[in-house]
Structure formats: C-alpha cells, structure tokens
C-alpha cells in the first residue's frame, strides 16, 4: 500500500455524492473507502459493481478505469486505521492520546455524516498531506449532534492503537473522524 506507481484492483461495492464529493466503497483483498470529486467523469469511472485500479500516485492516489481512460484523481481517505498502519509509529509507548484544538464549521451534513471545514491538528500522524485547512467527515450521532456537531471549535485527538483514529470532543461528547478531504470549491 501507497509504494508510488503501484495499483490494486477493486470492485466498487458504493459510490454515494456528499457535498461535492464522491464517497466510494472498494472491495477486493482488503476494503479501502476514498474519496473523488462528484463530476460526471468520476461516476462513469465510480459505479456500483465495476471494476477500478486503485494507483498510488500523486498524494493520495486516484481511481482508474482497468481498461479505459478516465481517471479520478483522488481527494480524501477514509479507512484511516489502515491509513493509521502505513506510517511509523511517532508517539512513545504509554503516552496518553495526544489533544490539540481544532478550528471548523460544519459546511454539509445528511442523515449519516456531517463535513467540517477547518483547521485540525494531529492528522500529520496518518500522514495528512493536505492543505493546513482540510475538511473531515464525522458521523452524524445524537452525541456529535450534542457537542462537537453543533461548535466551531473541539479537542481533537488522535489513537495510535484501537479502533477509533481520530475524534473531536467537547466534555463527553464524542465524534468519530471517519474520513480527511482536501477543500473543493464547491464545499466551500
């Protein structure tokens, strides 16, 4: 996984437009969920059971017809505790999770997620190459909607081990980080 000029093969199992993006399911020897801009390119390359090549190229990589040309560059990851396993460890051993402040507002929300635009620290332990603002994906659940769904600003943390990778709290309201995007005009 992300050695430049590398590619995998995966079927798409879902593509769902959030917010100017594409949020897309792959399914092959491991699940990866990425995201590409919603144009109408990126759907012909994105749809529901066809295959793809995931390559590793540029920052985050991008989504390839097998055969054809159209290509998507992509714009955001999700899977983050994959993502989470690709780089070396930078926290020592029994050290508490780190918690800076992040800066945001929520720009885009549906019945499962929200998006957020903003500053938010800590994600240079996925190795985050994005710009210093990003937007993140967080799961829209009666907590996130209590706390952190509703501010401009939260912790945030980060988890070297476990399931969970990256979260904003505020007290003890909690939202999952479920995915990073770099800023499109259209979420703006």
Request: charge should be positive; aromatic fraction near 6%; charged fraction near 25%.
């Amino acid at each position: 996984m992300r050695i430049r000029g590398t590619s995998t093969e995966f079927t798409v199992e879902r593509a769902v437009a959030r917010g100017g993006y594409l949020d897309i399911t792959l399914a092959g020897q491991s699940k990866l969920r990425t995201f590409v801009p919603d144009s109408t390119e990126c759907r012909k390359v994105a749809k529901p059971g066809s295959k793809i090549r995931y390559e590793w190229d540029g920052a985050l990589g991008s989504v390839n017809e097998p055969l054809g040309s159209r290509r998507c560059q992509a714009v955001g990851i999700g899977t983050l505790t994959e993502w989470r396993l690709t780089r070396p460890e930078d926290l020592p051993d029994g050290r508490s999770p780190p918690r800076e402040l992040a800066r945001y507002r929520v720009v885009w929300r549906d019945k499962d997620v929200l998006l957020a635009r903003g500053t938010f620290p800590l994600t240079r332990h996925l190795g985050w190459v994005g710009s210093a603002e990003a937007l993140v994906m967080l799961k829209n659940t009666p907590s996130c909607m209590r706390g952190p769904g509703t501010l401009r600003t939260a912790s945030i943390e980060y988890f070297a081990s476990g399931d969970r990778v990256l979260g904003l709290v505020v007290k003890d309201r909690w939202c999952d980080v479920e995915a990073l995007l770099l800023p499109l005009a259209s979420a703006r």
